[in-house]
C-alpha cells in the first residue's frame, strides 16, 4: 500500500508507523509531496522521514521566490576599503561643503583625505542683520519716533546652508551689531553713553553658540587716565584676529581720540579671560576736525581696518600687524566734489577697491588701488563704470520724479563684505536693495513680516579650517 503524504491521508489502523502526517510548518513552498513504501525496513522510513523535515537545497525551477545572498555580503565594507586616496579625493571634490564635512567624519581616514579637499577661502553661510521698519519717505518730522530696537536674526546664503540663530545668548537682545570677522559677531549696547566712556563688548560665535561679555578697560591700563579722560571722545570698536577657529581666543580693538589724536585699547581673550592693553597715543596722526565725523563702524579689506570719515577725502587706517594709524586718500576727483564712495574689496581676487558714485555722469564706478601708475588719481584707477544711477533710480518702486530728491533718498551704502558681486543700496523710505555688479540685478532687500535690512549687513564666513580638520586631529 502506498500513501500520498502532501494530502490529509491517514495511515490505516493496522500501520504503527511514527510518521506524523500534518503538514510541517518548516516546509519550504517549492516542497514536493515523495512516496513512502510501507514495505521499507523502519530504518529506511526513518531515513526518509527526516530528508522530509528538512528543506531542500536545490530550488524548483518553478518557484518564483529568489534565494537570498548572505548577511555578511550586503554589509561588507571592501568595496569602500579598496579605494585609494586619489578615488576619495576625486569624489570628495564633487561634493558640497556640507557633505564634505559630513563625510569627513566617517573615519580618521577619510578625514585625512576631506582635509586635503577643503577650499581654501572660508565659506560663507548668511548674513547677520537688524530687521527695521520702513520709514517713512521724506519729508522727514521734526519730532521722529525713536525707531523700534529688533534682535538680530541670521539669512542663509542659500536653501542648504545652516540656521544660525542667537538664542543662545538672551543678553544679545540689549546690544545691537558693530562687526563680524573670523567667525565672531560683535555688539555694543544699543543705549547711549557718555562719548568718554568705552562699552562693554558682547562677542558671539554662532557657529559653536558660545559668549563673552568684555567689561570696559580698567582706568590704570591708561597712565594718568583723568588728563586725557576729559578730552576722550570713544568712535568705536571692532574684532582684530582670532587664534583659534574653534576656541574663544581673540582679540578686540576699541578706539578713542584723546585730545586730538587716536588711541587703541586692545582686548586679549583666551577661553574668557579678557586682558586689556592701552597702547600710547599716535601722536603723528592729527584729527583736526571733531570726531563725531568718524563712522563708529570699521571696514575690514584688503588685510586692514578703515574707518569712513563724512565728508572727506580721506579714510583712517589701522594696520592689525604693528596697531599703527595711517591715513588714506581717496581719489581727488571723488573728494573735491563729495562724492559718495565707500571702501571694499573687489570680489574677483580681493583688492582694495573704492564703490563711488561720479557726480559728473552719474555713473557708479568702482576704482582699484594702481599703485605708482602715472594717471592714477591718489593711487586710485577706475576699474569699470557698473550702471548709469538712472537704472537704480527707476527700479526703486515709488521713488520722486524730482532728480534732487532722487539723489538725496538713494545712495550706496557697503560693497557686500560676502565678495559676492553685490553692492547694497539704502534710501529714504523706499527700502534695501542689492545691485549685482555683472549682470545689474536688483533685488530688494526685505524679511517675511515685511521689514527691510538694517545697517549694517554683517557677512559671516565659518571660522577656517574648522577645527577637527587640523592635522592635529588626525
Known amino acids: 500500500m502506498v500513501l500520498f503524504l502532501g494530502k490529509a491521508a491517514k495511515p490505516e489502523p493496522e500501520t504503527k508507523s511514527s510518521c506524523s502526517l500534518q503538514p510541517s510548518a518548516t516546509r519550504p513552498l517549492h516542497y514536493k509531496p ?32 529568489p534565494t537570498p545572498p548572505p548577511v555578511e555580503e550586503l554589509h561588507s565594507g571592501a568595496a569602500i576599503d579598496v579605494l585609494t586616496g586619489d578615488d576619495l579625493r576625486d569624489i570628495f571634490r564633487r561634493l558640497s561643503l556640507a557633505d564634505l564635512l559630513r563625510a569627513a567624519l566617517a573615519s580618521h581616514r577619510w578625514r585625512r583625505v576631506a582635509a586635503r579637499c ?7 553661510l548668511g548674513y547677520f542683520f537688524h530687521p527695521v521698519n520702513t520709514a517713512p519717505p521724506p519729508p522727514i518730522e521734526i519730532e521722529e519716533p525713536a525707531p523700534v530696537h529688533y534682535d538680530a536674526v541670521f539669512a542663509p546664503l542659500v536653501a542648504s546652508s545652516p540656521r544660525l540663530s542667537l538664542d543662545f545668548a538672551p543678553e544679545a537682545s540689549r546690544f545691537e551689531l558693530y562687526d563680524c570677522h573670523q567667525g565672531l559677531l560683535l555688539l555694543q549696547p544699543t543705549g547711549s553713553l557718555p562719548k568718554s566712556i568705552i562699552p562693554r563688548l558682547l562677542v558671539l560665535d554662532p557657529a559653536t553658540r558660545r559668549s563673552v561679555l568684555l567689561p570696559p578697560p580698567p582706568r590704570d591700563t591708561v597712565p594718568d587716565d583723568r588728563r586725557w579722560r576729559s578730552s576722550r571722545f570713544y568712535v568705536g570698536s571692532a574684532l582684530l584676529s582670532r587664534a583659534h577657529p574653534s576656541k574663544l581666543c581673540f582679540e578686540a580693538v576699541c578706539f578713542a581720540i584723546d585730545d586730538g589724536n587716536p588711541r587703541a585699547w586692545v582686548a586679549s581673550v583666551d577661553n574668557g579671560e579678557c586682558r586689556w592693553r592701552a597702547l600710547p597715543r599716535d601722536e603723528d596722526m592729527a584729527v583736526d576736525f571733531h570726531p563725531k565725523w568718524f563712522e563708529g563702524r570699521c571696514v575690514h579689506a584688503a588685510g586692514k581696518m578703515y574707518w569712513h570719515i563724512c565728508n572727506s577725502g580721506r579714510m583712517l587706517v589701522l594696520d592689525p600687524a604693528s596697531l599703527r594709524f595711517s591715513y588714506l586718500l581717496a581719489p581727488a576727483e571723488l573728494a573735491d566734489h563729495y562724492c559718495t564712495y565707500r571702501i571694499g574689496e573687489t570680489p574677483e581676487d580681493g583688492r582694495l577697491c573704492i564703490l563711488a558714485v561720479a557726480n559728473s555722469s552719474w555713473q557708479l564706478q568702482l576704482w582699484v588701488r594702481g599703485g605708482e601708475a602715472k594717471c592714477s588719481d591718489n593711487g586710485w584707477l577706475v576699474d569699470k563704470d557698473i550702471v548709469h544711477m538712472r537704472v537704480v533710480w527707476e527700479a526703486v518702486p ?24 553685490k553692492v547694497f543700496i539704502r534710501t529714504f523710505g523706499y527700502g534695501r536693495y542689492s545691485l549685482h555688479l555683472d549682470t545689474g540685478n536688483i533685488q530688494r532687500l526685505a524679511t517675511t513680516d515685511g521689514k527691510e535690512y538694517g545697517d549694517p549687513i554683517c557677512a559671516y564666513f565659518l571660522a577656517w579650517p574648522p577645527a577637527f580638520l587640523a592635522p592635529e586631529y588626525y
Open 118 to 124: 577643503l577650499p581654501r577661502a572660508p565659506p560663507l
Open 34 to 65: 515523495k512516496l513512502l513504501s510501507l514495505q521499507n525496513p523502519p530504518a529506511t522510513a526513518a531515513k526518509e522521514r527526516k530528508s522530509m523535515s528538512r528543506p531542500s537545497s536545490t530550488p524548483s525551477p518553478s518557484t518564483s521566490v
Open 398 to 421: 515709488g521713488l520722486p520724479r524730482d532728480m534732487a530728491q532722487r539723489i538725496f533718498c538713494v545712495w550706496p551704502s557697503d560693497m557686500d563684505a560676502g565678495r559676492t558681486g
